[in-house]
Every structure is written in structure tokens, then in C-alpha cells.
């Protein structure tokens, strides 16, 4: 476990809204040289605290225009593994994210698409397909607003 001060939270903060900031730049925002910001990015990464930077594409510009959230509960006959499952969800393009969940579903998906039909065609040819899949239930995102980090 690692002590986190104040100044760590507000480094945290800021990474959070935007990774591409040098720590010059970090720097200057929090009151603290380059080198020093330099020193606790790395003691945070090296703590596992910051487990690596990603990149966020707009997907409606790639030309997916519809993201689904996809609750899907295994079913029981088969008894089909998790990594089977696991394994064969992954391979799946249009499948952003698989999360194993505790509750109602045993999955939680993150499905892009470019439309509505595309969508249906990824579910009924490839989901629902799946070794294992059961009972399925999609939200589809209306929008989506990024929230700051729990610090």
C-alpha cells in the first residue's frame, strides 16, 4: 500500500483528465519542479498506482456509431467454462470490453457497431453464438460524460 498526499491526488486529477501532460506542464500546475513530478509519476507507476496511459477514439468518427452495454448470464446447460467463454468473447472485434461480474448476469460487454442492424448482426452471428451464452440483455448508450477518478 501506498501513502497518497495531497499533491499526489491533484497529479492523479490531472493524469486523469489528460495523460498526455509533460511533467513540465504537471509541473507548473501543482506548484512543483519537472524532475519532482518526473519522481512521483514514477514512484506511482512502480507502486501499480498508474497502470499505464490509454487512448480514447471516438468511435462514432471510426464509423461506430452504436455502443451497447451487454449483460449476458451464462447458461447452465453445458457447463461450459469461464475461459471458454472468456477466450471466445475476446476474439470478437466489436467487443470493446468483457468484465466477469457478480449479480443478475455473469458478464458485462461493451459492443460497438455502426448502426442498429450491425449491431443485431454481431449479437445473432457472434454473441449468441458463443459456448455458453445464455440469457442476454443490451443497454444501448445514449451518451457518455467522463467522470474524474476516485481521488
Known amino acids: 500500500m501506498i501513502e497518497i498526499d495531497a499533491i499526489d491526488g491533484r497529479l492523479l486529477r490531472a493524469l ?17 519542479s519537472q524532475p519532482a513530478t518526473w519522481r512521483r509519476i514514477r514512484r506511482l507507476e512502480a507502486a501499480g498506482v498508474i497502470r499505464g496511459r490509454q487512448l480514447r477514439l471516438d468511435g462514432g468518427k471510426l464509423g461506430f456509431g ?3 452495454f451487454l449483460g449476458v448470464k451464462l447458461a447452465l446447460r453445458g457447463r461450459v467454462s469461464l475461459e ?6 475476446t476474439a470478437i472485434p466489436e ?13 458485462r460487454l461493451r ?8 449491431f443485431e448482426r454481431v449479437l445473432r452471428r ?3 453464438t458463443l459456448p455458453g451464452a445464455g440469457e442476454v440483455e443490451a443497454n ?8 474524474p ?3
Open 16 to 32: 486523469a483528465r489528460d495523460a498526455t501532460q509533460s511533467a513540465g506542464a504537471l509541473g507548473r500546475r501543482l506548484g512543483l
Open 66 to 68: 452504436v455502443t451497447v
Open 84 to 89: 471458454d467463454f472468456e477466450r471466445a468473447v
Open 95 to 107: 467487443v470493446q470490453t468483457v468484465e466477469h461480474v457478480l449479480g443478475l448476469f455473469d458478464y
Open 111 to 118: 459492443v460497438v457497431a455502426r448502426d442498429i442492424p450491425d
Open 126 to 128: 457472434r454473441i449468441m
Open 140 to 147: 444501448v448508450l445514449l451518451s457518455e460524460e467522463r467522470l
Open 149 to 151: 477518478g476516485p481521488l
